[in-house]
């Protein structure tokens, strides 16, 4: 049974840094497109960033470029987003998710989805 489970949310402040971790099981990760999602309250989940299989791209949001990171430990069967210089506008629950070929950019794209970790950006 494909899983995805995410861990490293809390709570920091402004200008802050957290690294979430986005560990896959049920299949092999590396044949996948994986990626990060935020949902804000309220708000519908967009895609903040993507890393398609053998890391041959990566994508970002706007708003997020230059200060988040995705990368992939094909040996541990995760994915990582290291996220730096945060903003309170970055606060939500984080969810991963995976697709067999490249990358998109809506949620209905994604095959398998973890339930998430929050994240909040506060002073």
């Known amino acids: 049974q494909p899983q995805l489970v995410e861990s490293g949310g809390g709570l920091v402040q402004p200008g802050g840094s957290l690294r979430l971790s986005c560990a896959a099981s049920?299949?092999?990760?590396?044949?996948?497109?994986i990626a990060w999602f935020r949902q804000a309250p309220g708000k519908e989940r967009e895609g903040v960033s993507c890393?398609?299989?053998?890391?041959?791209?990566?994508y970002y949001l706007d708003s997020v470029n230059g200060r988040f990171t995705i990368s992939r430990d094909n040996t541990k069967n995760t994915a990582d987003l290291q996220k730096n210089n945060l903003e309170v506008e970055d606060t939500g629950v984080f969810y991963c998710?995976?697709?067999?070929?490249?990358?998109?950019?809506?949620?209905?794209?994604?095959?398998?989805w973890g339930l998430g970790t929050q994240v909040t950006v506060s002073s």
């Open positions: 998710g995976a697709v067999w070929g490249k990358c998109g950019n809506k949620r209905g794209f994604y095959d398998y």
């Open positions: 890393l398609s299989p053998k890391n041959v791209s990566t």
């Open positions: 049920g299949f092999t990760g590396s044949y996948y497109a």
